[in-house]
């Protein structure tokens, strides 16, 4: 009897000794992306980065990649997916595409159903021992997404899809690292490398800080790279400090417009702007996501994480700058912010709302068409949202106008958003193409580009030593600590009544109207954290109201921000302090870095034709100037 246990406790130690190992695929890793694209912008959502077939409804070239397994036997395979109009239709989805192992097609179709990112059995196969390859094959073009693939011996062992529960199996199979290396040690650590992000470097390395700049995206400069294509608004070189914003004329672009062809952005002017500091180090492509307190108040780390490999690093310094947009570093340390339209009650402002909301500028999806010298075809696309003759936008471009999410959090419905501006987009371009009795005028147009990165404009506003309101730019309140300069007027955007007509509470189209200002020069302490000590801010989470953020959230305007930073930051190693001390102990000598600038000479640069730009009135002479009176604001 002991003898017969023995056996059979042997036999199955070796047979799970011999047992095949299954294998996780990440797709952001495949070997060759083909005509997919990395797509990162939900990765805090969702898990991941991951593979989108952005084809505009032409199937994209394959994706493919090799894998080992360690015995030859038939695995299960499946792939983790998402029908991303499940939100519209219950149909299934465009989004479709298939899985090819060693040159043969698996069974299923994967994509179309379902109504969240979930694990898709894609078909069984016998594999060999040693390499093996594997493809996406994407079969309409119309955004197939796919996160990873997992190959299995057994059918039942299928990976979870619970966030949290998925990244630690994620860093048991060896997708992730146990824990992140070490990234080095820097003076100031800038996260985002938008227009302010860019600036914030550039000044505080042109001080002589060692900065480290990261970028989630191989594309720099955020709204105005081409990936998403917003041109640089908003005046530099003007107000209290003119010399100010000169360095945005060694990267800005020649001419302007929105959804215009990729080199109008000049991706290369940036990348020369960034590679010509030595004392930057560029991570890019990596995102931020976690951070290290060195105590309740300051940050002592970041941890980055690369969208491609899945490395990741830590990065330590004395400042950071969160110039993520979305307020990111700063809600991860637990700095005070804001979100939504505050009511007109809390800040006097006669451009707010009577009571407070959630109400958020949307983000836009841009896009062109092209002529072509013979008709073009554009495949029927119907899901959920139906044009008629009476609804349609007889157009052949959106830029701007174009919004979506207002209604929607522009953090954690992000997808949703983004997914809807695609969706209206080729819903439209179909009716035109194939239903509209005007269709011969689109007959010989094709679009030319749709962003499938979505251009955002509001979301958290982190909370500074001050808040600016709108009676700070109205009545010229003067602030010792004055810095860059606003120009743009009052631009709140609002769902076009015109649209909402026709698709209420789902607009897609946006408005606004025109409140134009003086040009006004902006605290130093709305560019750091009241509550994290060593938090620097530039872009649109700066500490500004609702509406104030309708003239500060410009570009240009943005890169002047960043500039500030750059020089406070070299004031607080000089010395040995943080944010607040330069505004308490330091101002005259920030006062002296902006009035010299940290651009290069003016001679030396292109002249500012196509920088200065605004809806502002000329400064009346007659202007009292007021001391300013601090707003408390808790979160």
């Known amino acids: 009897m002991k003898r017969t246990l023995f056996a059979v406790i042997t036999l199955l130690a070796g047979l799970i000794a011999n047992a095949a190992s299954p294998v996780f695929i990440e797709t952001e890793n495949f070997q060759k992306k083909g005509g997919w694209f990395v797509d990162q912008q939900f990765m805090d959502l969702m898990g991941s980065p991951y593979l989108i077939a952005h084809g505009l409804g032409n199937p994209v070239e394959n994706a493919s ?20 109009v499940s939100p519209w239709t219950e149909s299934e989805g465009p989004g479709a595409f298939k899985i ?94 938008g227009i302010g992000g860019m600036c914030a470097a550039v000044s505080a390395a042109r001080l002589g800080m060692k900065v480290a700049l990261i970028n989630d995206r191989p594309k720099l400069g955020g709204n105005n790279s081409s990936e998403i294509r917003v041109h640089l608004g908003g ?47 560029l991570f890019a492509p990596y995102r931020a996501v976690s951070v290290k307190m060195a105590s309740p108040a300051i940050i002592g780390s970041v941890i980055i994480r690369s969208i491609t490999s899945g490395e990741e690093l830590e990065l330590s310094a004395p400042l950071f700058s969160d110039c993520t947009g979305d307020g990111t570093i700063g809600f991860l340390a637990g700095a005070d912010w804001m979100m939504g339209r505050e009511g007109r009650d809390e800040f006097a402002e006669k451009l707010a709302p009577l009571k407070a909301d959630k109400l958020t500028m949307g983000s836009s999806v841009q896009w062109y068409s092209e002529k072509s010298n013979k008709k073009t075809i554009f495949p029927e696309f119907e899901y959920g949202v139906k044009f008629t003759e009476e609804n349609c936008e007889k157009v052949t471009m959106g830029e701007w106008t174009w919004e979506t999410g207002m209604n929607y959090d522009q953090i954690y419905d992000f997808e949703r958003i983004r997914d809807y501006g695609m969706l209206v987009i080729f819903s439209n371009w179909s009716y035109l193409k194939n239903h509209s009795t005007f269709k011969s005028e689109y007959s010989n147009l094709k679009l030319g580009w749709v962003a499938y990165l979505a251009g955002k404009r509001e979301s958290r506003r982190l ?71 060593n938090l620097f801010m530039a872009g649109r989470n700066i500490s500004v109201t ?90």
Not at 255 to 261: E, Q, R
Not at 592 to 619: S, V, Y
């Open 65 to 84: 990649t090799t894998f080992q397994v360690d015995q030859a036997q038939t695995y299960h395979i499946y792939a983790r997916t998402f029908n991303w």
């Open 100 to 193: 090819k192992v060693n040159n043969k097609f698996l069974k299923n179709i994967l994509g179309t159903i379902g109504k969240k990112w979930m694990w898709q059995y894609a078909g069984s196969m016998k594999l060999k021992a040693g390499t093996n390859t594997i493809e996406l094959c994407d079969l309409k073009g119309f955004d197939g997404r796919c996160d990873a693939i997992w190959i299995t011996p057994s059918k039942e062992d299928i990976p979870p899809s619970d966030i949290k529960t998925l990244e630690a199996f994620r860093r048991k199979m060896g997708a992730l690292p146990k824990e992140a290396s070490d990234g080095g040690k820097y003076d100031l650590v800038v996260v985002g490398a």
């Open 546 to 635: 609702h509406v104030t953020l309708g003239s500060t959230r410009l570009m240009r305007t943005i890169g002047m921000m960043g500039e500030v930073v750059g020089m406070a930051a070299s004031i607080c190693k000089k010395h040995d302090t943080l944010p607040r001390d330069v505004y308490q102990h330091h101002l005259p000598e920030l006062k002296a870095l902006m009035r010299i600038g940290t651009g290069k000479p003016a001679e030396e640069l292109p002249d500012n034709q196509n920088f200065n730009r605004g809806g502002i009135l000329k400064t009346p002479k007659n202007i009292i100037f007021s001391s300013p009176k601090k707003e408390v604001k808790t979160n």
């Open 235 to 281: 005046r530099i070189e003007i107000g209290t400090y003119p010399a100010l914003g000169r360095m945005i004329r060694e990267f800005g672009h020649s001419t302007i417009g929105n959804a215009k062809p990729k080199e109008n952005y000049e991706d290369e002017k940036k990348d020369a702007f960034i590679a010509a500091e030595p004392n930057i180090t």
């Open 463 to 533: 909370v500074g030593d001050y808040i600016l309101k709108q009676d700070d730019v109205d009545k010229q309140v003067f602030h010792e600590d004055a810095s860059f300069t606003t120009t743009w007027h009052f631009d709140l955007h609002f769902p076009d009544p015109a649209n909402t007509k026709h698709f209420p509470g789902a607009e897609f189209k946006a408005k606004t109207k025109s409140n134009r200002i003086y040009p006004y020069a902006v605290p130093y302490r709305c560019l750091y954290s009241r509550n994290v000590n």
